[in-house]
């Protein structure tokens, strides 16, 4: 895969109604707009650098809003035009993206769909087809203009770095609306690529709600999962519960050391990541496990769950047992649960219940568990 270098155009001083902030610092679906496409580049795998026109009084804004980004300022031009100019003038990579900030819904499809129009062409953008019918408007006439052969060009635009390079130079001075006029207009060829309509600019106000409505359903969905699990009490002189050692006449009977509570947990984020059960990732069979600290099993699993693209959320597990008493260690319990998942402890829950008596729990014989562990797709 050619690696590039993407430029974004984020120099607009333009407000949303009401908003003191410039478009591309306003928060959309939880995160400032800027952050949503600069974030899709930094993924991707073939992108190796990223440089974005901002106006130079709002360096401050910029930094907070993509903090954690490895990025590069450069200040924004008159035009958008120049802008691009100022940012291409820094690339470093053999290909060159140049996308709008206004553009929160581009996604990697998109961005592979341009990688491979460019092994055989030195330009490529997404383009849509016309819905609606189109008019000029002139004077108090209505004037019917064909809709045959026009399509919506959206961004990013791509270009073989030094083609386009070479497009400014004999540009000279001269502005585009893009950057596929301002190849045309050099003699380039460009190949168009399936856009994507929810890579829509944000430009009405109306359209921050749009966006926001497009880029939760895709990102904020809710996953989770459920965990039950038992195991057997003999006398002993301790035992592991959700991560903490209880000195008692007590101990749990398990191939590793049996800690029922995160056993559970670990189920239930197994379960939220679509990615099986414990037995499967660490078999009773398997003496590398033979008295195993169950913290590793919760660490495995939420890294698998990560790797599905959830981020944690809250979990909750039920310890379902007579003794030992759950109240006085529940504060350490959580803050272990809470160190091992990278949750907050307040979105930790640690609970107890006994069965009245009843059952094998009731009667001392095995302490059980459940755990409902919860997450957002991202
Ligand atoms: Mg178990």
Redesign the pocket.
Known sequence: MTPFSACIVAAGRGTRAGSAVPKQFAMVAGKPLLRWSVEVFAAHPACRQIIIAIPASERGRAGTALTGLDVAFVNGGETRTRSVRACVGKADQPLVFIHDAARPGLTSATIDRLLDALETAPGSAPALPMADALARVAGRGVEPVSRDGLMRIQTPQAFHTSAIVNAFETAGGADFPDEVSLARAAGLDVTLVQGDEKAFKVTFPDDFSRAEAALSAATGLPVMGTGF?V?RLRSGEGLHLCGVFITCDMALV?HSD?D?GL?ALTDAVLGAAGAGDIGQHFPPSDQRWRGADSAQFLVHAMELAREAGIRPVHADITLICERPKIGPLRDAMRARVAELTGLAPARVNIKATTTEKLGFTGRGEGIAAQAAFTGVLT
């Open positions: 699990d195991h398990g049996a029922v056993h």
